[in-house]
């Protein structure tokens, strides 16, 4: 085992023990922060096979993110006012349903986005990315249908067979079989054929060109699989706020994503998950003494980027090794 | 079968003002290596760039295996049959030598589009891609990542990738640049013997491997294909012994 396997499976130890022990001793804040640090990790999971594998600098996953989200909010909407979305299609409160849809919804807009974006590079990669995402951004805003500016409450938390979601333990379990199946998915991608290719993709275009792989259709793949990923952790992220809202859609939300896979390290397993642990707590814990807490996630930043690019896991594991 | 392989007519490529290719015609031939000579600056990589689909070519035609390859990509190319090395080494760095042979091999299979079956544990990819290096005499250093690799070895993996293409036609650009004496002489003897697998244009400045090589060699000068012929024909003209070989002879 390398030591950043050994890491790895000591943070999923520590996201898993600590929630049972808040919930054992009766304090749910902590069951739902640590929901919240699972369902940021997911979303960054996505990212990071686009970024972090791809070198794809997506600065518009909020898109899908928030698609994820309002897939949830509006089909539980509809459902509980008993109206049919159209054509006599009901909405649903079943969680591993919406699930299904905000993961199609978000592949599919993912899908003109990504083969219009990844016609450019560099920063214009950056710029369109961010673009469609604010578009979509603005869209929702002005569609009062969904609730506009306001966004949607989603009343009651959906349901999966067999648990009880309205409780906090249950639903961080729910988001945490799905966040180490999303680990799961991405390691097994990683090291395929797909991944070589993607990874190859990243370190040198021409050369995958070369050898006849073309590098748009690998890149394209990896886009509309990472947003897919991005969108389902949106959904969770709807039904743990019981709300969603534009801002689930707003750069902010991109760059937050972003900053979770520079925090723990680009490109690794459990990357997002280091970021996501790092970030929440940082909020937690400087956003309750000081409301500019940012200011020090600036500073922490500025010294990952400067001195340690591997980020978080990068410090404690080393180089990552390609064989 | 001596029907071209790869056919180039009238090619013409400008970058603004500067001609770097002036109405290009060559064959290529089973069996032959087509030795492309020129001074520095002629237009050899940029013809070679056109040929692979690196570059677009301003106007003429380019038929590989009878079929005009003009309007596709690189990667089509590549997948058509067409492998080719680069004058400055472009491999995926931080991958080891394996792996990017290995990579070569799932381009050839056709298969980049599986998810889950893991390579690094992947017969089908690691023993076709280790033969590969063996071949080229690079199987010691399977495991260093390619951006450790010193200049040679760097030569040496790109053609243990286009060896691994199976290719219909190589192209080489300057694959023994900087590989000294020795490697050179074994690179030469390496490169003859793979003619009987696939014809190649071979972009070379090292003229004693040019001479013992080539069947036919083109002499380009300012984008011009100034003359064209055997090793015999070429030593002897004179436009070519005053353009190009004077300085050296
Ligand atoms: N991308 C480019 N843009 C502008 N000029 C170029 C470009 N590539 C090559 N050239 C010019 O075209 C000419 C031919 O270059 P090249 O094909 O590399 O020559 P060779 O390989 O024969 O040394 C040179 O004058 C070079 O400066
Ligand atoms: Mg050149």
Partial sequence: MTRETAINLLLAALLLALPLIAAGMGEPFYVTLATRVVVLALAAVGLNLALGLGGLLSFGHAAFFGLGGYAAGILATHAFNAEPLFAGIPGTTS?????????????????????????????????????????????????????????????????????NTAQPLPYFLICFVVLMAALLAFRLIEGSRFGSA???????????????????????????????????????????????????????????????IILGGKGRLFGPV?????????????????????????????????????????LLSGKPRHV | MSEPILEIRDLQKSFN??????????????????????????????????????????????RFLGQDIGGLDMAARARLGLARSFQISSLAQEFSALRNVMLAVQAKEGSSFRFFRQVTSDRSLIDPAMAMLERVGLAHRANAPAAEL?????RQLEIA????????????????????????????????????????????????????????????????????????????????RRAYLGEAA
């Avoid at chain 1, 905000?102 to 450019?120: E, F, H, K, M, Y």
């Avoid at chain 1, 214009?124 to 409450?153: H, N, R």
């Avoid at chain 1, 000081?290 to 990068?314: D, K, M, P, S």
């Avoid at chain 2, 400045?205 to 015999?232: E, K, N, P, Q, W």
């Fill in chain 1, 274 to 314: 280091a970021g996501a642990m790092i970030f929440v707590c940082l909020e937690y814990v400087l956003g309750g003494i000081t409301e500019r807490w940012q200011f020090f996630l600036g500073l922490i930043l500025l010294g990952i980027v400067l001195f340690a690019r591997g980020g978080f896991l990068g």
């Fill in chain 2, 161 to 240: 990738i286009a060896l691994a293409l199976q290719p219909k036609a190589f192209l080489f650009d300057e694959p023994m640049a900087g590989m000294g004496p020795e490697g050179s002489k074994q690179l030469t003897t390496f490169l003859d013997r793979l003619r009987h697998e696939a014809p190649m244009l071979l972009v070379e400045h090292d003229m004693d491997a040019v001479f013992a090589l080539a069947d036919r060699i083109s002499v380009l000068v300012y984008g011009r294909i100034i003359a064209s012929g055997t090793v015999d024909e070429i030593r002897r003209d004179p436009e070519v």
């Fill in chain 2, 17 to 62: 003002a500067l001609k770097a290719t002036d109405g290009v015609s060559l064959d290529l031939k089973p069996g032959q290596i087509h030795a492309l000579i020129g001074p520095n600056g002629a237009g050899k990589s940029t013809l070679i760039h056109q040929i692979a689909g690196s570059l677009k070519a301003d106007s003429g035609t380019i």
């Fill in chain 1, 198 to 260: 993607l990874q190859a993709a990243r370190q040198n275009g021409v050369r995958l060109a070369a050898v006849g792989i073309p590098p748009f259709k690998v890149r394209l793949v990896a886009f509309v699989l990472s947003a897919m990923i991005t969108g389902l952790a949106g959904a969770l992220y709807a039904d743990l706020n019981r709300f969603v809202g534009p801002s689930m859609l707003s750069w902010h939300m991109s760059g937050e994503l972003m900053v979770l």
């Fill in chain 1, 95 to 163: 969680m591993p349903l919406i699930w299904l849809v905000a993961i199609a919804v978000a592949g599919l807009v993912a899908l003109p986005i990504g083969a219009i974006s990844l016609r450019t590079t560099g920063v214009y990669f950056i710029m369109i990315t961010l673009a469609f995402a604010q578009m979509i951004y603005y869209f929702a805003i002005s569609w009062p249908a969904y609730g506009g500016e306001d966004g949607l409450s989603i009343y009651v938390r959906n349901s999966f067979p067999g648990l």
């Fill in chain 2, 150 to 154: 010193s200049h040679g070895e760097r």
